[in-house]
Nanobody, 122 residues
Framework: EVQLVESGGGLVQPGGSLRLSCAAS????????MYWVRQAPGKGLEWVSI????????YYADSVTGRFTISRDNAKNTVFLQMNSLKPEDTAVYYC???????????????WGQGTQVTVSS
């Protein structure tokens, strides 16, 4: 069974850090491009970060550039999102998304995890 399971969310104060993990199973993880996508309360989905398969180039939304770092460990079938200097506006459910190497997070045949809640509040 193809599966993505996120973990690492929680409540953190502004300025704090969290590290999200997404454990993949049931497919050849190294072949796929991986996204982190979030949904804030009452808002639409927003892509946060991308890490490609092969040479793991990375991209970030302007809102998180310089604060978030995406990485992957193909030996452990896991993608990470290190989040530093968190702000209240980072509060959202964070999803990891599997997509084809040339695909987009919006593709209908992507695989999504169940999400993990991140709340940034004092």
């Amino acid at each position: 069974e193809v599966q993505l399971v996120e973990s690492g969310g929680g409540l953190v104060q502004p300025g704090g850090s969290l590290r999200l993990s997404c454990a993949a199973s049931g497919f050849t993880f190294s072949f796929y491009k991986m996204y982190w996508v979030r949904q804030a309360p009452g808002k639409g989905l927003e892509w946060v970060s991308i890490i490609n398969s092969g040479i793991p180039t990375t991209y970030y939304a302007d809102s998180v550039t310089g604060r978030f770092t995406i990485s992957r460990d193909n030996a452990k079938n896991t993608v990470f999102l290190q989040m530093n200097s968190l702000k209240p506006e980072d509060t959202a459910v964070y999803y990891c998304v599997r997509t084809a190497p040339a695909g987009s997070w919006r593709d209908v045949d992507n695989v999504w995890g169940q999400g993990t809640q991140v709340t940034v509040s004092s």
